[in-house]
Every structure is written in C-alpha cells, then in structure tokens.
C-alpha cells in the first residue's frame, strides 16, 4: 500500500515559479502512474500531469491549460514525484493532489481511476 504526501504548496505572484513534491512510501511510485491533480473551491478536481510508470515507458501527459508552463518528474532514487510550475497565473490557484494507480494508460488523466492519494498541498498564486 503506497503512502503519499505533497509539500512545497504556497503563496507566490503571478508569472512566478513553484515546485511541489510528492513522496512515495510503501511502494516504489516508479512502478505507478503518478499524477497531479488539482482542485480550486467550487471546482471538480482536474488532471494537471502525470509521469507513466517506468513499465509503461515513462512518458508524460499534460492538460492543456498547464502545458508549456509545467513540468512533471520523478527522481526514482528519493521515490518523489515533483511538479515544476512557471509563469503561474491566477487561475492556478487550487489544492494540488498527487495520486498512484496502476490503470491501463487510456486512463491515466481520470481521477477515479486512481486509488493512492496524498492529502493535498495548497497553492495560491496572487499579488
């Protein structure tokens, strides 16, 4: 049973940059799809990234409101996910999730089909 926890949330200003980790225990997060998920008050949770497990070729998908801007890796020494946002907007303020499943790679941006999740990590960007 994989355990996940996020770090790195905060506060910072529009067109800045933030890096957020996510740290896998109980299971190697290389052989998991690893996303990032967000969510804002109001809003249903949406797909951000996701690094596919090493089996799979550990390629990576984005949504398309964050591509160009952010970037997803895994260091599989220290079993951490991380998620590297620049030119930050606004709307990109939201609790910031990770999550570890193993489902078929059609499935790999669908919140539902993961079953590993972190408790979250806010990020707020604001002036």
């Known amino acids: 049973q994989v355990q996940l926890v996020e770090s790195g949330g905060g506060l910072v200003q529009p067109g800045g940059s933030l890096t957020v980790s996510c740290v896998g225990s109980?299971?190697?997060?290389?052989?998991?799809?690893t996303g990032w998920f967000r969510q804002a008050p109001g809003k249903e949770r949406e797909f951000v990234a996701v690094i596919k497990r090493s089996g799979s070729g550990g390629t990576t998908n984005y949504a398309d409101s964050v591509k160009g801007r952010f970037t997803i890796s895994r260091d599989n020494a220290k079993n951490t996910v991380y998620l590297q946002m620049n030119s930050m907007k606004p709307e990109d303020t939201a609790v910031y999730f990770c999550a570890a499943g193993s489902q078929a790679i059609s499935a790999v941006t669908l919140a539902r089909m993961y079953y590993h999740w972190g408790q979250g990590t806010q990020v707020t960007v604001s002036s």
């Open positions: 109980g299971g190697t997060l290389s052989r998991y799809h």
